[in-house]
């Protein structure tokens, strides 16, 4: 069984669900080829504001990429290549949505798992998470993007640690490197995530698209950032209705309703 990517929605939240346990979630190319899709389909609905990655079962996030496949799928130059793409429009699916993606790492977390959370805009783990990039003991260069996200989140000095030992970080590690955003126990992790998504879709929804423009734009990696591009989405909150509604709702001291528009 090659496994499959679920895209199921609950009310505001759309949730993409790695479903290949008997493999602790291993990627297979054929769920590496469904975020595109499944993305396309949660951006272009505005009843979805939030989206919520997640492992099916308790032991894994993911175990990293379906190495079962390699002998095939990484045979060759042009192989090689060919998968670097299909994780790449993967990864920037999840990393270009105008939408806040949250990973929800229950167990392990390893190699592709890591890779595909670092292409979140938020990450939770559960007190029993274990985290690894274990590329040097496969003989496999971590790809471009990948490595680019985790300097960007943990640094240099961290990220060459991970590296070059392949070794296993515990959540309370993770934590201290900045891998994850916070710890939660075993059985409060699905409700805290939860409660946060709940969060997130009552935020007005321009707003969070503008931040992760602006964010993206400062941490491009390489030439100025597209002051246009920042200016634009500024702008586009700006002359919002939710903008309008915002400032109603705090004259009138209530919850705003925000529509994105």
Known sequence: ????????????????????????????????AGFPPAMAQFDSDPDVRVVILRGEGNKALAAGADISEFDKARESSGQVSAYDQLLDRALHALQGSDKPVISMIRGYCIG???????????????????????????????????????????????????????????????????????????????????????????????????????????????GEPDFAKALAAIERCAVSEDYLEGRKAFMEKRKPRFRGR
Not at 206 to 214: F, M, N
């Open 112 to 222: 592709g798992g890591v890779e595909i959370s670092l292409a979140c805009d938020l990450r939770y783990c559960s007190d029993d998470a274990q985290f690894a990039i274990p590329a040097a003991r496969l003989g496999l260069a971590y790809g471009v993007d990948g490595t680019k996200r985790l300097i960007e989140t943990v640094g240099h000095a961290n990220a060459r640690e991970i590296f070059f030992t392949g070794r296993r970080y515990n959540a309370a590690e993770a934590l201290a490197i900045g891998l994850v955003h916070r710890v939660l126990p075993v059985d409060g992790l699905e409700a805290f995530i939860r409660q946060t998504a709940a969060t997130l879709a009552d935020n007005a929804p321009l707003t969070i698209a503008a931040s992760k423009t602006l964010i993206e734009e400062f941490v491009r990696p390489e």
């Open 1 to 32: 069984m090659a496994g499959r990517l679920r895209a199921e929605k609950d009310g505001a939240i759309g949730w993409l669900v790695l479903d290949n346990p008997e493999r602790l979630n291993a990627i297979s190319s054929e769920m590496w």
